[in-house]
């Protein structure tokens, strides 16, 4: 099975990119499933009815979310009704939305998505990625049975993404870290057969800051003074994961950081 994971989508800019770029990306590299993380796909925070509808039509079959799955209300209109989206799953049982999605691929596998948050230097606070994993692969196994299992880790710090790889490895064909924006070059596979990435990166504006307007994080950062975050006007870049999959033993063999420029 061949997956494509997108990093986060910033705004317009990075939806123009994968408007203009999966759908040929998809058939020329053969990928049977792709997700695309979507947290900023709206105006740069959260996601909403229009933002999604678009990712589904450019060529995502399931959109993962994270700490601002909920930044944009539009999505508690949907939230309940949307199976293909999840958000993260380690969260309050008030969360509105899905813990996980199965992408049916017919006799070429069943892909199992998940979505956990990290707990170091992020809010809104999330339980233990650890625990909840422990507690539900069972279920997962159980529930869906997968011939494979992906989980996009939305965190910012790289030593809980590691530690997360470590603890999951030889237990799910996939760990993708997302959340800082910042693509890391530390793709790997790890010893008992994950595919593993630190952070996938962005798919937004190559010349803002994360994807936003530098002018808002200067005057944050620099000035010490509140200002609201826009996204960043230019050329788009998409940051994704081309993995392969092995369907009987759930291991991955072969990852690939993707890195492509309008
Ligand atoms: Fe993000
Ligand atoms: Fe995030």
């Known amino acids: 099975m061949r997956v494509l994971f997108v990093g986060d989508v910033v705004a317009h800019p990075g939806k123009r990119m994968l408007k203009n770029n999966l759908k040929s990306f998809l058939a020329e590299r053969k990928v049977d499933a792709c997700v695309v993380n979507a947290e900023n796909s709206a105006a740069g925070l959260g996601i909403n009815y229009s933002s999604a509808k678009d990712l589904f039509s450019y060529g995502a079959d399931c959109l993962t979310l994270g700490n601002h799955s909920f930044s944009c209300v539009d999505y508690l209109r949907f939230a309940d009704s949307e199976k293909k989206i999840v958000r993260p799953a380690n969260v309050s049982d008030a969360w509105p939305g899905f813990d996980e999605y199965l992408i049916d691929l017919g006799e070429k596998g069943r892909l199992l998505v998940i979505s956990l948050m990290g707990q170091i230097f992020i809010t809104p606070n999330a339980d233990s990625p650890f625990s909840y994993f422990e507690k539900n692969i069972e279920r997962w196994k159980k529930e869906y049975t997968p ?116």
């Not at 800082?180 to 008992?192: G, M």
């Not at 996938?200 to 803002?208: E, F, H, I, N, Y």
């Open 147 to 262: 011939t494979n299992i992906l989980v996009d880790f939305h965190a910012e710090t790289t030593s809980e993404k590691l530690a997360f790889g470590a603890f999951a490895d030889g237990k799910v064909s996939l760990v993708l870290g997302t959340h800082t924006h910042v693509v890391t070059a530390d793709e790997t596979i790890l010893p008992c057969g994950t595919g593993y990435i630190t952070d996938v990166g962005m798919t937004g504006t190559r010349a803002g800051i994360i994807g936003m307007n530098p002018d808002a994080s200067l005057r944050r950062l620099k000035d010490k003074l509140p200002s609201k975050y826009l996204p960043a006007e230019g050329e788009a870049e998409m940051n994704a994961i081309l993995a392969e999959l092995d369907t009987n033993t759930g291991k991955c063999l072969k990852i690939e950081r993707v890195r492509l420029y309008e």
